[in-house]
């Protein structure tokens, strides 16, 4: 129901109105209602954008800038995947059952071992030499300060 159905609606309500069209009353609402719907359509908009799970366009850009992770998946449902993924990264994943989490921060896939203080990922895409250095540099914001990450 639009705006000028609900204003119509509960103005009549009160018995003091008789809207009808062609009526300076009618004219007046219809204008209102203009306004308004065009206010809610800007308010849904920005509420679904403030989600990750909701958001598209403008709303993914915003959190891509604001956690600055390098993404190679870039539909918006991948884009999406890793900005979950890496809100649900709490400080009880310093471990590396958690740890397996961070290659789907990225939109990458494979697997994770540890190895004498290190830990290895064995990441299934192909990626370039600088590719792999933006992912550990960023793997490094989250990941405890003892370990060191290698991509293979």
């Known amino acids: ?13 009160t018995g003091l109105y008789n809207i009808v069209e062609g009526t ?11 306004g308004l719907d065009m206010y809610f359509e800007e308010l849904n908009e920005l509420e679904k954008e403030a989600f990750p799970f909701t958001a ?8 891509e800038r604001l956690f600055g992770v390098p993404l190679f998946d870039r539909s918006d449902e991948g884009r999406r995947k890793s900005i979950e ?9 310093f ?13 990458l896939h ?3 071992s540890d190895s004498a203080g290190s830990i290895v990922y064995s990441i299934s895409e192909n990626l370039s030499q600088s590719e792999k250095t933006a992912v550990i540099s960023d793997m490094n914001r989250f990941s405890p300060m003892f370990t060191q990450i290698t991509i293979s």
């Open 1 to 13: 129901m639009g705006e000028f159905a609900i204003l119509k609606q509960r103005l009549n309500d």
């Open 24 to 34: 300076l009353i009618y004219a007046e609402l219809m204008a209102y209602a203009e």
């Open 56 to 63: 598209e366009g403008e709303g993914l850009e915003l959190f």
């Open 85 to 93: 993924t890496l809100l649900s990264i709490t400080n009880n994943d």
């Open 95 to 107: 471990t590396l059952s958690g740890m397996e989490k961070l290659p789907a921060v990225y939109g």
């Open 110 to 112: 494979g697997n994770v």
